[in-house]
């Protein structure tokens, strides 16, 4: 599975610090897990960004140890062409399966509202 992503979309999310990639991969895995399943394919969406993002084993380590409201304020408070990111990766952890439950896209649409994404057509 390859996400798409162009050398433009490569140089925006080297923008990312390190508590947004750790906010950012806490979010999948969130994403990956609340319809009850772990799919491999979702696990590859979540390895590719964790590759895209350069996110190193410091940072997962790190992401343990984040609570709901500092994820949720330093997500929140992100540049907006950041946030695009966040909610197309969400997207894709979602859709890697084949099937979205109703439990993912409430998900979905109760994170974009939580984080303020911008809306992407």
Known sequence: MSLGLGFYDKMALS???SLEKQSLYQLLCA???VDGNRDSREMAVINEVKQLTGMT???LEASRKL???VMTSCLRNMEDFKKMYVGKFIAQVVLADGVV???EEKF???LHDKLGLPNID
Request: no cysteine.
């Open 15 to 17: 923008q990312l610090t």
């Open 31 to 33: 994403a990956m897990v």
């Open 57 to 59: 084993a410091s940072d």
């Open 67 to 69: 609570t709901e409201p």
């Open 101 to 103: 439950s109703d439990i």
């Open 108 to 110: 979905f649409y109760y």
